[in-house]
């Protein structure tokens, strides 16, 4: 498995695959090809039918230039590789220098065509399943925090305050910002006034709603995120660690912990399955990170390794099947919603974990399988492309 490093990307929202991958490959490409004054750059599949709304095409001119970019939606092409392909030209006036087929994979990442998914040379941890780790950290009597550290050096933990606070700024960014999402749904945001509502209640549940919120709009509006494990399920995470935190007055090294455990859990699935909405629908996304969250969450209640599986697992189970369908194509319906509702999610699994003494019948390494075989069977309208489910509901409200 991949360093948690490689799980957790800052960058732009509104998607981790259609905006930060496109991003981060432009830049490549450019840097490949300085001579270059014009450039075509051709989406497929998925990028292709939802790039719009999740600004795709924006992002890559962005990079390449606004004037000397010509961006085509190839609707029609879509590769067994992978739903998110794209293919670079370079050109100095009419000369062609060069092209670059690319896929973005998730997460940020980018892979050649039939370029293996998993990189050995990445590799960093020497077991892959939950099952796996359980044994050897019971062996060796470790916290999965301990586990972590042995195989990331002891600067995760410097790694982990980082990424805190980005998703802290990005929080308190959120909560300070009124108005209406960019993009034709008209969408009001909500974080401050559900902030506004815990202040006067101190109801923690609003608490949650009101961070994951605030991440959820943030991406939405192409602000800073971090995947945790993609920009679509961004708020998740800091929804519910950052609850605990203001609300319990958490010591911000234990938070820094939880996220740790959430990233081996993301890592896990990553490896195993997928991340990738246009792959898995949004069970990989919101799913995972609903299911890191759990971990997460269950080791800040005092949870032991198996405790934590179990929440993990239970965060993850109850999302199987759960299609992405994003109305227009715009990260917003369902999907800011859904981080909310999965942060509060997180501690009903955490809560239901920590009830038993962690044994139960179904592990998590295998609804990572059932998660990754139900993807493969869904129906592709149901992948991020904004073709079926609730992407052909119109809405007639500004609200959700
Ligand atoms: S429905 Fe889920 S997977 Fe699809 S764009 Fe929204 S958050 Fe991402």
Aim: charged share 25%; hydrophobic share 35%; proline share 2%.
């Amino acid at each position: 498995m991949d360093s948690i490093r490689k799980l957790y990307k800052v960058g732009s929202g509104p998607s981790s695959s259609h905006t930060m991958g496109p991003k981060i490959a432009a830049e490549k490409f450019k840097a490949d090809y300085k001579k270059a004054d014009n450039f075509i750059v051709t989406l497929y599949g998925s990028l292709a039918e939802t790039g719009k709304g999740h600004l795709t095409d924006y992002i890559i001119k962005q990079v390449l230039g606004e004037f000397n970019t010509t961006i085509i939606f190839d609707k029609v092409t879509v590769f067994d590789y992978h739903p998110n392909g794209m293919k670079f030209e370079a050109y100095e006036s009419d000369q062609k220098l060069g092209e670059w087929l690319v896929f973005s994979v998730g997460g940020g990442s980018l892979r050649e065509l039939n370029e293996p998914r998993k990189r050995k040379v990445t590799d960093i941890y020497p077991h892959h399943s939950m099952e796996e780790i359980l044994k050897y950290t019971k062996e060796h009597n470790m916290s999965l925090v301990d586990y972590v550290i042995k195989y990331e050096g002891q600067d995760i933990i410097e790694f982990a305050h980082y990424i805190l606070d980005v998703m802290t700024k990005t929080v308190n960014q959120g909560l300070n910002k009124e108005g209406y999402l960019p993009g034709k749904l008209k969408i009001k945001r909500k974080a401050m006034d559900f902030f506004n509502k815990y202040e006067e209640s101190k109801d923690f549940t609003t608490l949650i709603f009101a961070l994951s919120l605030a991440t959820a709009e943030e991406n939405a509006s192409g602000g800073e995120v971090v995947t945790a494990p993609t920009c679509g399920s961004s708020g998740v995470l800091p929804g519910a660690l950052l609850s605990y935190y203001f609300h319990h007055n958490c010591c911000r090294d234990k938070i820094a912990e939880a996220l740790l455990v959430a990233g081996l859990i993301g890592n896990l699935v990553k490896y195993n399955a997928s991340i990738s909405g246009a792959e898995v629908g949004c069970q990989g996304e919101v799913g995972t990170a609903c299911s890191m969250a759990s971990a997460a969450i269950t080791y800040l209640f005092g949870g032991d390794n198996d405790q934590i599986e179990y929440a993990a697992e239970i965060g993850l189970e109850h999302h199987l099947g759960m299609t992405c369908d994003p109305v227009m194509g715009y990260v917003q319906i369902p999907c800011i919603e859904r981080n909310a509702l999965a942060s509060k999610r997180a501690y009903d699994s955490a809560q239901y974990a920590i009830l038993t003494n962690g044994t139960h019948h179904i592990m998590l390494d295998s609804v990572i399988q059932v998660m990754k075989e139900t993807g493969h069977d869904m129906n592709e309208k149901y992948k991020e492309t904004s073709k079926g489910g609730l992407a052909l509901r119109t809405t007639e409200e500004d609200d959700e």
